[in-house]
């Protein structure tokens, strides 16, 4: 099956800094989001993205298909960001999607 | 999202009960999914559903577990004579139709804690 993975695994950041996470995957997909899940363990839709680059608020996300990665962006970081990102695919011949183990960022104050 | 709606939040059972977690779809949405989340990993496919009918059940462990999304009411996920090892956190998610070049939105998840 496709092979998801997250770099890096653990981010710390102060509060204002901005951040890149990364997502490779190993095969063509037909549908990629990214989520987060909060210290209270809500997951949170961010983007569906399976090509192209979108943008809300302070998050941005770019997956460029050709070359089976994407990114999201985290701009002016604040604490109320920390928590579990997971980026997760499809390929088209499954009905399911496929998670990463995740990155796992702090945010101090 | 608060529109994938999940009960109980927190479930306890002893070793050997049964647990029964139950989801509704956003208002709309007739595919079903369950994911499990064992501590410290990302989430697992478990089962994919439409009304009365399971799709894909890969990923559901051969014994103990079943689910079904009946004509009318919540989708069930049902796990007989739980052990320590179910538990995890159980997240069920929706979508219009089907995953692929389609958004699906999660619940807050079920929390099964077997003692």
């Known amino acids: 099956g496709i092979q998801v993975e997250q770099s890096p695994p653990d981010l710390i950041l102060q509060e204002g800094a901005n951040s890149t996470l990364r997502c490779n995957f190993s095969d063509s997909v037909n549908n990629l989001q990214w989520f987060h899940q909060n210290p209270w363990g809500q997951l949170i839709n961010l983007f569906y993205i399976p090509s192209g680059t979108k943008q809300n608020g302070r998050l941005s996300a770019t997956t460029v298909a050709t070359e089976r990665y994407s990114l999201l962006y985290i701009s002016s970081s604040q604490t109320t960001d920390s928590g579990v990102y997971f980026c997760?695919?499809?390929?088209?011949?499954?009905?399911?999607?496929?998670f990463g183990k995740g990155i796992t960022l702090s945010v101090r104050p | 999202n608060a529109g994938v709606m999940q009960n109980p939040r927190h479930l306890v059972r002893r070793r050997g009960q049964e647990a029964r977690l139950r989801c509704s779809p956003m208002k709309g949405h007739s595919h079903v999914y369950w994911y499990r989340q064992l501590p410290e990993e990302g989430l697992k496919f478990m089962v994919y559903?439409?009304?009365?009918?399971?799709?894909?059940e890969s990923g559901m462990p051969k014994e103990r577990f079943s689910a079904e999304f009946p004509k009318e009411g919540p989708s069930i996920l049902r796990i007989q004579q739980v052990v320590r090892g179910d538990s995890a956190a159980y997240f069920c998610a929706s979508s219009g139709q089907g995953i692929s070049g389609n958004t699906i939105y999660f619940g807050e998840g079920s929390w099964l804690t077997v003692v």
């Open positions: 997760a695919v499809d390929t088209g011949a499954n009905s399911k999607l496929t």
């Open positions: 559903l439409q009304k009365e009918n399971i799709i894909d």
